[in-house]
């Protein structure tokens, strides 16, 4: 079993930077796809952000260009750097890992509230 916990979340105001982690222990992290999705008050969870087991990244569209995210396989950690943020970018942020051969993400986080004010 893979476990998951998110920090950095926090209050910021538009324009500024924030920088997510997520700690992932329980499994080989080498070998696993990681993910970020985020859900805002009344909306469906959306796919953000994903890392495949050799680097590869892909991006939604509404964060492209602003936000990277990155893996460190010696920490067991994977980061979301959110730059620009926008009132738009406010929900809570959900790490998410599956292994390399699935397509479904089986582990997640608790969720980190990241929320953006103007």
Do not use: H
């Not at 209050?11 to 222990?25: I, N």
């Amino acid at each position: 079993q893979v476990q998951l916990v998110e920090s950095g979340g926090g209050l910021v105001q538009a324009g500024d930077s924030l920088r997510l982690s997520c700690a992932a222990s329980g499994g080989t992290f080498s070998a696993y796809d990681m993910a970020w999705f985020r859900q805002a008050p009344g909306k469906e969870r959306e796919f953000v952000a994903l890392i495949n087991w050799i680097g590869n990244t892909g991006y939604a569209d509404a964060v492209k260009g602003r936000f990277t995210i990155s893996r460190d396989n010696a920490k067991n950690t994977v980061y979301l750097q959110m730059n620009t943020l926008k009132l738009e970018d406010t929900a809570v942020y959900y790490c998410a890992a599956r292994k390399r051969d699935r397509t479904a993400y089986a582990y997640w986080g608790q969720g980190t509230q990241v929320t953006v004010s103007s």
